[in-house]
């Protein structure tokens, strides 16, 4: 009789762990695909939204006006295609040397004014972050010793400083989990950190998972100082 509940006991818990295992493999697969759906739906109807009354208008005069959801969505549609066109232009206006001048022009106006100055300063760093490839922005996954000695962190090195006194630490960013666009940002000497063998994908994937989305082999090594610049 113990026999029997003991077997019975082992087997619902291996059903309950498939049956976990399963649901949380099918979360990975439908959770991502909805988030990039409600994502691409808020882009397209914010930056639709923007020029979507000047389409109104403009095919106003030819006696045309939206009725139904397919009219809508054909004027969004326009209007989003108008937008990026209008930030394309402004991108080839500002990377020649007119356009420098006049953009440099407008940002000492804003940089003197309080309030807008902060937020157009924090803006405009926030897109040079996010527009940076990876190669410049994460270079390496590592481990470190965090927040004590004895307990291990991932980090991805983002660069290297260099002390009055000629000692070069390397800049490290520790990304929170499951949230890795805030963390904390530390400096080591290279020999204090531990190499591995993880791409930045793969460490960014570890993080986002919070650990389930683990490499079926990584590698952990200590490393001679590197130098960034090269």
Do not use: C
Not at 105 to 128: A, D, G, M, Q
Not at 164 to 184: A, E, M, Q, R, V
């Amino acid at each position: 009789m113990k026999q029997k509940m003991k077997s019975g006991t082992l087997y619902n818990v291996g059903f309950e762990k498939s049956i976990r295992r399963k649901l949380i493999a099918g979360l990975l697969v439908v959770f991502p695909v909805f988030i990039t759906f409600f994502v691409i739906k808020f882009l397209f109807t914010m930056i639709g939204g923007i020029l979507s009354p000047v389409v109104i208008r403009a095919i106003g005069f030819f006696g045309f006006s939206p009725k139904s959801k397919i009219d809508e969505f054909i004027v969004t549609s326009v209007a989003f295609v108008l937008t990026f066109v209008a930030i394309y232009s402004i991108g080839v206006i500002a990377t020649n040397f007119l356009g420098k001048f006049i953009i440099n022009f407008f940002e000492s106006i804003l940089h003197n004014v309080p309030i807008i100055k902060n937020i157009y300063t924090s803006s405009k760093k926030l897109i040079e972050i996010i527009s940076l490839p990876s190669t410049q922005s994460f270079k390496r996954v590592v481990i470190v010793d965090y927040p004590r000695v004895g307990m291990k962190a991932f980090a991805f090195v983002t660069g290297s400083i260099k002390t009055d006194d000629g000692t070069k630490l390397t800049s490290l960013f520790i990304p929170t989990t499951p949230n890795p666009t805030s963390g904390f940002l530390i400096y080591l000497p290279e020999e204090d950190i531990s190499e591995t063998n993880l791409n930045i994908e793969e460490g960014m994937k570890l993080i986002v998972s919070g650990g389930i989305l683990v490499p079926d082999r990584m590698e952990v090594y200590t490393n001679e100082p590197i130098d960034e610049d090269e």
